[in-house]
């Protein structure tokens, strides 16, 4: 018997404009629209669409057997937000596709953020505005978990476990599992909550070498990767990938969704073949428990923190981004949370990261900034007007205080003190 997992992540961060240091004070138009909007409808063109479409017709085609196709997916609160502003189809592609029964959707950040690493209260927000985003959009309340970029450490299993969450997402690292099999179901140290793992090395196979001609496998048929599968033991073959990868990362014209339509048939040629989805498969007895002590990522060849954080830009931009959660807060400004939590998103740190070499081009892809230093900039920048708005709203608050209390004598006024750029 073998069974396939599938599960896909769906992301566009709001992109900023450029934004000088001319700008603090005078405007509050942090985002892009119009590229944000450029870019969401050319991947819902090349990606989005023809992806769920072939999603819809591969549940269709065996729903009356005894056989089902079932997918998973995890789309975060900002590209909903995005599909209801400009791409109002693709978000009903996918209530079609939730309307079936053979889909599941996964919990995570709202914004996508690293927001575990500097705040609970604030990932614990996030999530619940997710939860309820899903539910309303969907119908659905997820109980399976993944945190932004599958990023995992104890502490975390043990915290969302504390949340209600029955299993959480994450990578099947070579430095974790060492002699271990990510295609079984294992739970986290010291609790029930169990832990997913994504088998990378049979996901990146078509996320990242599915076109790549000079690797050695080159064309990959779907009979040769469904021998692949049927030779794997295990719970599930845990295939994890970014949606994108449908189209926009692997281009139409590889071949990549004749492959998707192909596959299931391939790997129904073994009869003990089934599709399972997050939940089905967490259902599974463990085979045991894993210690991850520090966290681990899908990112880059470290499978690390490395890609958000370790720079001083990055560090940096974080530091003073989180040090003003509280008091962003107590304004109870709305429309200042809501641009303070679009700042969380863990793109534009991705942004600011300096590696290269093998992970260089990964980087590269969909950033709207020539260098990591331009990156930087523009972020502090922005972030210095959002000081700015903070300070603003405190001095009117104080005002109306001391109108109402009848005090009018002058006060001296505040200087505000701009957030470090790291020259």
Same mark, same amino acid.
């Given at each position: 018997?073998?069974?396939? %997992?599938?599960?896909?992540?769906?992301?566009?961060?709001?992109?900023?404009?450029?934004? $000088?240091?001319?700008?603090?004070?005078?405007?509050?138009?942090?985002? *892009?629209? &119009?590229?944000?909007?450029?870019?969401?409808?050319?991947?819902?063109?090349? %990606?989005?669409?023809?992806?769920?479409?072939?999603?819809?017709?591969?549940?269709?085609?065996?729903?009356?057997?005894?056989?089902?196709?079932?997918?998973?997916?995890?789309?975060?609160?900002?590209?909903?937000?995005?599909?209801?502003?400009? !791409?109002?189809?693709?978000?009903?592609?996918?209530?079609?596709?939730?309307?079936?029964?053979?889909?599941?959707?996964?919990?995570?950040?709202?914004?996508?953020?690293?927001?575990?690493? =500097?705040?609970? *209260? !604030?990932?614990? $927000?996030?999530?619940?505005?997710?939860?309820?985003?899903?539910?309303?959009?969907?119908?659905?309340?997820?109980?399976?978990?993944?945190?932004?970029?599958?990023?995992?450490?104890? &502490?975390?299993?043990?915290?969302?476990?504390?949340?209600?969450?029955?299993?959480? +997402?994450? &990578?099947?690292?070579?430095?974790?599992?060492?002699?271990?099999?990510?295609?079984y179901v294992h739970r986290i140290q010291d609790g029930t909550m169990r832990l997913l793992l994504k088998n990378y090395k049979l996901s990146d196979d078509i996320a990242f070498r599915f076109g790549q001609k000079s690797w050695n496998e080159y064309p990959l048929s779907v009979d040769k990767y469904?021998?692949?599968?049927?030779? $794997?033991?295990?719970?599930?073959?845990?295939?994890?990938? *970014?949606?994108?990868?449908?189209?926009?990362?692997?281009?139409?014209?590889?071949?990549?969704?004749?492959?998707?339509?192909? +596959?299931?048939?391939?790997?129904?040629?073994?009869?003990?073949?089934?599709?399972?989805?997050?939940?089905?498969?967490?259902? =599974?007895?463990?085979?045991?428990?894993?210690?991850?002590?520090?966290?681990? $990522?899908?990112?880059?060849?470290?499978?690390?923190l490395s890609a958000w954080k370790g720079n001083h830009m990055q560090d940096s931009a974080l530091s003073e981004l989180y040090a003003i959660e509280t008091a962003?807060?107590?304004?109870?400004?709305?429309?200042?949370? !809501?641009?303070?939590?679009? +700042?969380?998103?863990?793109?534009?740190? =991705?942004?600011? %990261?300096?590696?290269?070499?093998?992970?260089? *081009?990964?980087?590269?892809?969909?950033?709207?900034?020539?260098?990591? =230093?331009?990156?930087?900039?523009?972020?502090?920048?922005?972030?210095?007007?959002?000081?700015?708005?903070?300070?603003?709203?405190?001095?009117?608050?104080?005002?109306?205080?001391?109108?109402?209390?009848?005090?009018?004598?002058?006060?001296?006024?505040?200087? !505000?003190?701009?957030?470090?750029?790291?020259?």
């Open positions: 018997m073998v069974n396939i %997992c599938l599960y896909f992540h769906v992301h566009q961060p709001y992109r900023m404009r450029k934004y $000088s240091v001319f700008d603090i004070g005078h405007n509050l138009h942090y985002f *892009d629209e &119009e590229k944000n909007r450029e870019v969401l409808r050319k991947v819902a063109t090349k %990606c989005y669409l023809p992806a769920n479409n072939i999603m819809l017709e591969l549940i269709n085609k065996y729903k009356d057997t005894d056989r089902k196709f079932k997918v998973s997916y995890s789309i975060t609160g900002v590209i909903l937000e995005q599909f209801e502003r400009y !791409e109002p189809a693709v978000l009903e592609s996918f209530r079609k596709l939730a309307a079936t029964g053979c889909v599941e959707f996964v919990s995570e950040t709202y914004y996508h953020s690293l927001a575990f690493l =500097y705040s609970k *209260d !604030e990932f614990k $927000s996030q999530v619940e505005m997710h939860r309820q985003k899903i539910k309303s959009l969907f119908g659905q309340e997820p109980t399976v978990f993944r945190n932004t970029e599958l990023i995992y450490n104890n &502490e975390l299993g043990k915290f969302l476990e504390s949340m209600g969450f029955t299993a959480t +997402l994450t &990578e099947g690292a070579d430095h974790i599992m060492v002699w271990r099999n990510p295609n469904a021998q692949w599968i049927h030779a $794997s033991d295990g719970h599930a073959v845990n295939l994890f990938m *970014d949606y994108e990868t449908f189209g926009e990362h692997q281009w139409e014209d590889t071949g990549i969704f004749e492959f998707l339509r192909s +596959l299931p048939d391939a790997l129904f040629k073994n009869p003990g073949t089934t599709f399972l989805t997050v939940s089905e498969l967490a259902r =599974y007895e463990p085979v045991g428990e894993l210690d991850i002590h520090n966290f681990i $990522s899908w990112a880059d060849i470290e499978r690390d962003v807060k107590e304004s109870r400004n709305a429309a200042l949370l !809501e641009d303070w939590r679009k +700042l969380t998103t863990s793109d534009h740190f =991705y942004y600011m %990261c300096t590696k290269y070499f093998n992970d260089g *081009d990964v980087h590269k892809y969909f950033n709207p900034y020539e260098t990591p =230093y331009e990156s930087y900039i523009n972020f502090m920048n922005i972030l210095n007007d959002v000081v700015h708005r903070l300070n603003r709203i405190n001095r009117e608050k104080r005002l109306a205080i001391e109108m109402q209390q009848g005090y009018h004598a002058p006060r001296p006024s505040i200087t !505000e003190k701009p957030v470090n750029i790291i020259q």
